[in-house]
């Protein structure tokens, strides 16, 4: 009787031929290490037959969606793709990793973003008309005048000495203390008096009651020199807002710097703004009141922009304008602490200052207020609308080889081609 090799049942009943059950159960479950020539098999198939026919009734009816699967993940990756993202994660490693926005609660600051800009738009024109119209009362240092330095037996106090000069017909005095209270500087408007016949004056209208007075120093300031004076102040503005101009855009960004010089502006212009509209003294300790508030919001401004910078290489999958609005959430506590703590020292100033601070102080009540407000909105909100995104501060990694295409021009060719 003849044995069939292939089946696996007859071998294991004939040992003789196929020597023992061991070995023969052993080649039967043997699998195969390897995957066959045509590609079909699978290193866990057995060799049940039932199986195997499935099998290729399901190759056969699912033969479009195999062939679209094999189309879809032999298609090769976009290498440069990958290398920018891989170049993206890299960066966002190195400022500490990707942040993740989660739980935390963000104000929308740019929601109201429209109104506020009407809002400065309104300050800004009206600032301008009010220092057109009225103009602004420019003090002795502008105008020119006369300065004295007077000394004092005892102490005096200012309000005795401006009576005092305002009872024999010098109004509009300015006095202030020089280091002591027995030390003042007077400042008068233009007067027509000589420096001899001046001298004389002023002894007799600075004389208090068991208090003996010295005048050291008497100078006459022309008008001309108060002129020079007020371009002077004029140029230092306009110099410190390109400067902050150029500062910011070599730290951060062009649109940002934008967005901050426009903000400086605002605070500027609103701030002298109001005391033309009111009419308040406008002299040298309100201008450098103008120029402390510049670099005051300008603080404030890089502290915003700088988390700023960093939300948007960090935080994935929000938009720009929640970007910003998480910026200024995050910075939201360090204004309010550090604008509390400026608003003690400019009120202690104000009320508790004297004379000599009364109008600096309020200037600087003015243009903290100005200065919060603009660094919030205008300084932000401008860069948003010139179209601030994330590629403005990634940085792109150029491959390290270019692909180059050569073109080689056949002689032969070229001869075909004339005839």
Same mark, same amino acid.
């Not at 009872?167 to 203390?177: E, I, M, P, T």
């Given at each position: ?27 039967? #479950?043997? /699998?195969?290490? !390897?995957?066959?020539?045509?590609? !079909?098999?699978?290193?866990? =198939?057995?060799?049940?037959? *039932? ?7 399901? #190759? ?14 032999? *298609? ?22 990707? =942040? ?6 963000? +104000? ?86 000589? +420096? ?25 300031? @022309? ?31 062009? =649109? ?22 009111? @009419? ?33 290489? &960090?935080? /994935?999958?929000?938009?720009? &304008? ?10 939201? &506590?360090?204004?309010?602490? *550090?604008?509390? #703590? ?7 100033? %104000? ?20 200065? *919060? ?14 179209? %601030? ?8 990694? !150029? ?19 004339? +005839?």
């Amino acid at each position: 009787m003849a044995i069939d090799k292939n089946n696996p049942l007859e071998q294991q009943n004939n040992p003789d031929r196929n020597g023992s059950n061991g070995d023969s159960n052993s080649n039967s #479950t043997r /699998r195969r290490n !390897k995957p066959r020539r045509d590609g !079909k098999g699978s290193n866990t =198939k057995t060799n049940n037959p *039932t199986t195997a026919k499935s099998d290729k009734s399901k #190759t056969r009816r699912g033969g479009q969606s195999a062939q679209a699967l094999t189309t879809q993940t032999s *298609t090769p990756v976009d290498q440069t793709q990958l290398m920018s993202d891989a170049a993206e994660d890299a960066a966002a490693q190195a400022e500490g990793g990707i =942040k993740a926005v989660g739980n935390q609660r963000i +104000i929308p600051f740019m929601k109201i973003e429209k109104p506020m800009a009407i809002l400065s738009l309104l300050m800004v024109i009206g600032s301008i008309i009010a220092i057109a119209v009225n103009g602004l009362n420019l003090g002795l240092d502008f105008t020119g005048g006369v300065s004295a330095d007077v000394r004092y037996e005892q102490p005096a106090e200012q309000v005795e000495v401006v009576k005092a000069l305002a009872d024999n017909g010098f109004d509009d005095a300015v006095v202030q203390y020089l280091g002591t209270r027995q030390e003042l500087l007077v400042r008068l408007p233009p007067q027509s008096d000589n +420096i001899d016949g001046l001298n004389a004056s002023l002894s007799a209208a600075l004389a208090l009651p068991n208090n003996t007075v010295e005048i050291s120093n008497v100078n006459i300031i @022309g008008s001309q020199v108060g002129n020079e004076v007020y371009l002077n102040s004029v140029m230092s503005l306009v110099l410190a807002l390109i400067c902050m101009l150029g500062y910011v855009a070599l730290r951060f960004q062009f =649109k940002l710097s934008l967005g901050a010089v426009l903000s400086l502006f605002h605070d500027a212009i609103v701030t002298i703004g109001v005391f033309a509209l009111f @009419g308040f003294p406008f002299d040298l300790t309100v201008l450098a009141a103008i120029l402390a508030l510049i670099g005051y919001s300008l603080n404030d401004t890089i502290v915003v922009y700088d988390r700023i910078r960093e939300n948007f290489r &960090r935080v /994935r999958g929000i938009t720009p &304008r929640q970007t910003i609005d998480l910026s200024l959430t995050e910075t939201l &506590r360090r204004t309010i602490m *550090t604008i509390s #703590t400026v608003l003690l020292v400019v009120l202690a100033m %104000l009320f508790l200052g004297g004379d000599g601070l009364y109008w600096f102080s309020v200037a600087l009540f003015i243009g903290l207020l100005a200065g *919060t407000y603009s660094s919030t909105y205008i300084a932000s909100s401008i860069p948003l609308r010139m179209g %601030l995104s994330r590629d403005d501060f990634v940085v792109k990694v !150029k491959p390290e080889f270019e692909e180059e295409i050569v073109t080689f021009n056949d002689p032969k060719m070229f001869e075909q081609d004339n +005839i």
